[in-house]
């Protein structure tokens, strides 16, 4: 039988009885067709999974009480931040999806030299909280209890002067890079930059490599944005992660 679970921002703790956010209340009464009596999977991000018993049901809510809580180990040992240039609408939703299901630790939006997508400050702000909603839907249907971290988004030259800092293996995703994924050095976590619809520029390419980014190239075909950075992924899982 399939385990459903929920994504609560709140604080969760056993023998607790509360009344559900109204949006997760909606989703398992209306959609899911929950009822009374009916149990369901709780988590907010902490790397538990909580047990919990639908006590009362109304219209549009529910109060439930927290049986048990679990520890769940799914998160892989493979640390890597996919820094990603803004793609249009469904597209970085796409990548939010995917990439959080493949194990992503961190996603950092960048805005590169030719990133067609432009946010304001108050446009951003609503993206990020859209993005943080992505994350957690994909985080209920994979099983993973840790959400992974979303950043505000960053023109790429202030992001690479954190990256730089953290001291992480940087890998450029470039048709043209040093590197296959055999010839990679030994490495436990990373950053990964993948570039807009038109690609890196050459100013991005300068930026990158004076960060210390490696190129990396994945064969001869030219990857889009929403592929490439997912395809990386999942031959870096395989090559270092949890699919090894």
Known sequence: MRTIRSHIDAELVEGQTFTLPEAAATHLLRVLRLG?????SLF???????????????????EVRID?????????PLQVTL?????????????????????????????????????DA??????????????????EQCGRARLPQIDEPLQLHAFLAKAKAAGHLLLALDPEGDHSLAS??????????IGPEGGL????????????????????????????????????????????
């Open 68 to 76: 048990s809580k679990q520890e769940v180990a799914h998160e892989s």
């Open 201 to 244: 520029s050459p100013r991005d390419l300068d930026q990158l490599r004076a960060a210390g980014a490696q190129g990396l190239r994945l064969g001869p075909r030219i990857l889009r944005t929403e592929t490439a950075g997912i395809a990386a992924l999942a031959a870096l899982q395989a090559l270092r992660g949890d699919w090894a």
């Open 122 to 139: 108050e446009r951003a702000d609503r993206r990020l909280q859209h993005w943080r909603g992505v994350v957690a839907s994909a985080c």
């Open 184 to 193: 990679l050095p030994a490495f436990d976590s990373l950053t990964l930059v």
């Open 83 to 119: 820094a990603q240039a803004l793609a249009r609408g469904e597209k970085m939703d796409w990548v939010l999806q995917k990439a959080t299901e493949l194990g992503v630790a961190r996603i950092a939006p960048v805005i590169t030299e030719r990133t067609e997508v432009r946010l």
């Open 36 to 40: 009374l009596g009916d149990s369901v």
């Open 44 to 62: 907010n991000g902490d790397g538990f999974d909580y047990s919990a018993t639908l006590t009362s049901v109304a219209k549009r809510s529910a």
